[in-house]
């Protein structure tokens, strides 16, 4: 069990140093409800400045994800085993001083440009905000009319919220749909595709995934979806085509295996 340290608080004359930006009150544990974020989860980070390519430092981040983060600093977890430990280089977020880096979570980081992509890892006791992707679809409605009825990922999502709820899956937007629901910032483009993750923790059969797959196929946008299992995540179009071998997206790389709910590693992909 992971022991708070308390922190000096700030007296009320006493000028803050990063206005503007969110503060971690209660610490680490309750702003991601206890549990370890896991992929497609979105983290907003209290201290973006600790974010690293790598645990123990090396090559900086990029200069266009320097500032994206300074005026918007959410991040992506990106499928790939957490790291648990300090850094060796010790690294202490300079909005908390008193926090530590007790694990480090894998994160992405995805610009305006297509080619503007990065990857790293976020210490835990930096996140002030976590936002899993069935958090998502309630905060529709916080986005601006234009967005909402305009952009055709974001017109279409309670039509695919419809579908998607009458086989009794846990589901939410992820890529570019996930992050403009959870930070406000318009990120979804006019030709983007609605991206779904679909929570099945228990086998789902290969017909309801053909049926589910042609009425999502019905929607006036290219939907992609991805049925998440305990062990990783398989694309519901490959599955719903019967396939004796798939390809199962794990936090340790691709697999090829024959059943994505008791998967038996063929090789790896």
């Not at 409605?141 to 952009?151: D, N």
């Not at 993750?197 to 789902?204: E, T, W």
Request: net charge positive; hydrophobic share 40%; glycine share 8%.
């Amino acid at each position: 069990m992971t022991t708070a340290v308390p922190r000096r608080r700030r007296r009320a004359d006493e000028p803050d140093e990063h206005p503007g930006r969110p503060r971690r009150v209660v610490g680490p544990v309750p702003a991601m409800d206890g549990r370890t974020p896991t992929a497609h989860d979105l983290l907003l980070l209290h201290c973006p400045s600790s974010l690293r390519r790598t645990v123990s430092g090396g090559e900086p981040l990029p200069a266009w994800a320097r500032t994206l983060l300074r005026g918007n600093p959410w991040v992506t977890v990106r499928r790939a085993p957490a790291i648990a430990g300090l850094s060796p280089a010790r690294v202490h977020c300079t909005r908390d001083g008193s926090a530590t880096a007790e694990s480090w979570i894998p994160v992405a980081l995805h610009g305006p440009r297509p080619d503007q992509r990065a990857a790293g890892y976020a210490p835990r006791s930096a996140v002030a905000l976590t936002l899993a992707p069935e958090q998502l679809p309630d905060r529709l409605e916080q986005l601006p009319e234009a967005r909402r009825l305009g952009v055709p990922a974001l017109a279409v999502l309670p039509e695919a919220a419809a579908v998607v709820e009458s086989y009794n899956l846990s589901w939410g937007p992820i890529g570019a749909v996930g992050c403009e629901l959870a930070t406000g910032v318009p990120t979804t483009a006019p030709g983007s595709p609605l991206r779904l993750l679909l929570r099945s923790p228990l086998p789902f059969s290969r017909r309801d995934a053909l049926l589910l797959r042609r009425r999502l196929h019905k929607l006036p946008v290219r939907v992609e979806a991805e049925l998440e299992t305990r062990h990783g995540a398989v694309s519901l179009a490959e599955y719903s085509t019967s396939p004796q071998v798939l390809t199962l997206h794990t936090p340790d790389g691709p697999e090829l295996v024959g059943d994505p709910w008791f998967p038996r590693r063929l090789r790896s992909a």
